[in-house]
């Protein structure tokens, strides 16, 4: 068994970025707000796709701490769901 200890310190913030792509996965939008993704993402042509990555960012460096994953799934299925509440 192994253990892994990542120490941190107070100066490093965690970003979460979204981004925006077409059909052709060409970014369209990328950036930190989730709300402007989806406005992206709605008047984006049909095909787009919505990822999400995680960095971590500190006074001297920024690197990318996970891979894209795709969401459109997640957000489509929510906003289908959030319809059907608010129709009945």
Known sequence: MTNVVELRNGSVKRII???????QNIAIWGGESALEALKWYRNSPNGSRIYIQEWLADEE???QISSNIEITPIVLSTIADCMERWSK
């Open 61 to 63: 460096d920024v690197s």
């Open 17 to 23: 970025f979204y981004e925006v792509s077409d059909a």
